[in-house]
Structures are given as C-alpha cells and as structure tokens.
C-alpha cells in the first residue's frame, strides 16, 4: 500500500541519514516531492549539488539532464541515482551533439569566430561539454539573462540551445530587436533569418518543450475576458507571444515566490507543469488559482518518477546494488564542468 511504501522510505531515509541526500525539483509530485531534502528550481538544485559534498548517494528526482548536472557537479566518490532511466526532457532531446557539431561548423562558415555558444541547462552533458570548450556557458531560466549579458562581452554574437523560447524572450528583454535573431533548424540543416546576415546578434536552436508550448494566446485572451483583473505569470518557456501578454514570467522559484507575496483574495493564472499549479492552488487557499490552461499540462517525464521508483531506488541502496546510477565519463564531465562553473560564477 502507499502506507508501506512511505513508511519504507521514511525508514531507509533515517537509517542512511547523512549519507543519503534526495533533490526534487518543484515539478514533481508530492507522493515524491514530501521525501526531498532539498527542492528548488535547476539552478538551485545546481548550487546544491555542487555544494553537498557529505552524501554518499544523491538520488535525484527530477530528469535526466538534471541528475547528469548533479553526477558532473558533484565529487567523484557521491553516486548518483536517477529512480527511473526513462525520466527524460523532450526539450533536451531536440538537439544532440553530432546536430549541434554540425551546426557549428556551417554557422562558423557565416559568422567565423565570432560566436559564443550558451546552452539551457536542459541539454545533454555532450552539448554542456561542446560550450564549456569553446567558452560558452550553460544557463537556467533564473539567470538566463544575466549570462546571455556576459556572453556578449565575450563575442559579437550568440548561438542559444535548445530552446529558442527562452533565448528569444531572455535576449527580447534585454532589448535585443527580434529582427536580429535568427533560427538554426537541426531538421533541415539551415539558418532561417530573414534579412542580411551580418545583422544577426542571436541564433536560437529550434527547439522547444512540448509542455509550455501548450499554453496560448488563446488560453490568454478567453482569461483576460472571463476575469479581467486575474494575473498571468508564465514560465519563459512558453512561446514569445504569450510572454508578451502576460503579466509576469520567470522560473519555477520566481512564479512560487510572486505567489507567496502576492495579497490574499488576489487572483492568479499559471502557465507551468501540472504538478507544481496544484501545489501552489492547494498552499493558498486564500487566493483564487487556475491553470492558464484549464487542461492542466503534466510533464509526463517528470512523472514517471513516482512513490515505487523512489523506493526502488532507496531499495537498491540499501541492498547494495545501487540502480539506474548516472556516470558522466571523465571527459564529457571535464568541458561541461567548465560551461557549468562559468554559469555559477557569473552573477
Ligand atoms: P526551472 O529551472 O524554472 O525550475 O525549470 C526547469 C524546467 O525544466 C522547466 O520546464
Ligand atoms: Fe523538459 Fe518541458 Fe518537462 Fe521541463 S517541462 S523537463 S523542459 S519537457
């Protein structure tokens, strides 16, 4: 029963103590999200592992590229778990390393050196390793903007993976014009830009996460009809046009946070996973919350991570076998640590 399940893990949990350290990044859901020892958004689940150096085992609940972050971050004697392999980022899986090689290579025929490359944190260690060793960083929806300030110091231009919803929206608000940010298309090998190219500052990947893309200008127009004086915050995920007509966007952290301070009796659209909406609906019953999408968006990834996974995983642990553990080889983990480490030293 769920019962027994709890309370196995409860019990592995305080017969491991120290040793045992379990990350939950907020979309996940609470049957999993109560047994975390720390929670947050990427970046803080970053800073984190990179910070513990006490555990011997982290079991990650979150998606892969998170726990490959977390195996990179941490020092070599910690063993890293994620509690089911299939727990991956549709987003993360819309560009791989021969794709982005390639990329580069014609966009260096363009644009010669004067590129920097930038990659969402949700992406495979390959590509983390490909920017850290020409220079780039990775970055979170948190500090997204802030690096891409960086990067330009650095270069003339940017290639921004694998998400041009946030690449876009990050370099819109910092005034960059969106006639100046072209496309690469890993499909069709091209560059779509319209205009001469010298002219380009940024190139986003054309990639995307199928979750956020579910929220519209649609889901935004019927709100701002229905109730007018509702807020919408969304995640930067989501598409340029939504960001524009909401109210605010940020990361996972951010959206909790403005939801914590707003006033009661205040009401508030969502535009993120599931998991965490409901969260926040059932944490403040004095504010009136909805989903900007009224179906509400599960990731179904984040979701396969669930009660009988978390306790297999502790399971293993403690029969000394541990599964499903996550080995960044040596040098995959040498050049990303360097994308990674620039990412948490720029402030
Ligand atoms: P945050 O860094 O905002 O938590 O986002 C992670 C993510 O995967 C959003 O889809
Ligand atoms: Fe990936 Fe989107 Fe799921 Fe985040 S919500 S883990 S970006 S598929």
Known sequence: SIEEMEQRVQTIKNQLGNRLFILGHHYQ??????????????????????????????????????????????????????????????????????????????????????????????????????????????????????????????????????????????AFDLGIPLNTMAVWDPISDELIFDGQLEDVKVILWKGHCSVHENFTVHNIKAIREQTPDMNIIVHPECTREVVALSDYAGSTKYIIETIEQAPAGSKWAIG?????????????????????????????????????????????????????????SPEVSNGALKALNKMLEVK
């Open 29 to 170: 859901k609470d049957e999993v999200y109560q047994f975390a020892d720390a929670v947050g958004d990427s970046l803080q689940l970053a800073q984190i592992a990179s910070q513990n150096r006490e555990a011997e085992f982290i079991v990650f609940c979150g998606v892969h590229f998170m726990a490959e972050t977390a195996d990179i971050l941490a020092s070599p004697s910690q063993t890293v778990l994620l509690p089911d392999m299939r727990a991956g980022c549709s987003m993360a899986d819309m560009a791989n390393i021969e794709q982005t090689e390639q990329a580069w290579q014609q966009l260096t025929d363009l644009f010669g050196d004067t590129m920097l490359p930038l990659t969402y944190v949700n992406s495979t260690a390959a590509i983390k390793s490909f920017v850290g060793e020409h220079g780039g960083a990775t970055v979170t929806s948190s500090n997204a903007a802030s690096i891409v300030k960086w990067a330009f110091t650095q270069k003339e231009r940017i290639v921004f993976l694998p998400d041009q919803h946030l690449g876009r929206n990050t």
């Open 272 to 328: 993120t996973e599931m998991n965490l909406v409901k969260r926040i609906i059932n944490q403040h019953p004095d504010k009136e919350i909805v989903s900007l999408n009224p179906f509400m968006c599960p990731c179904l990834t984040m979701n396969r991570i669930d009660l009988p996974h978390l306790l297999w995983a502790l399971d293993s642990i403690i029969e000394g076998n541990p599964i499903n553990t996550i080995d960044v």
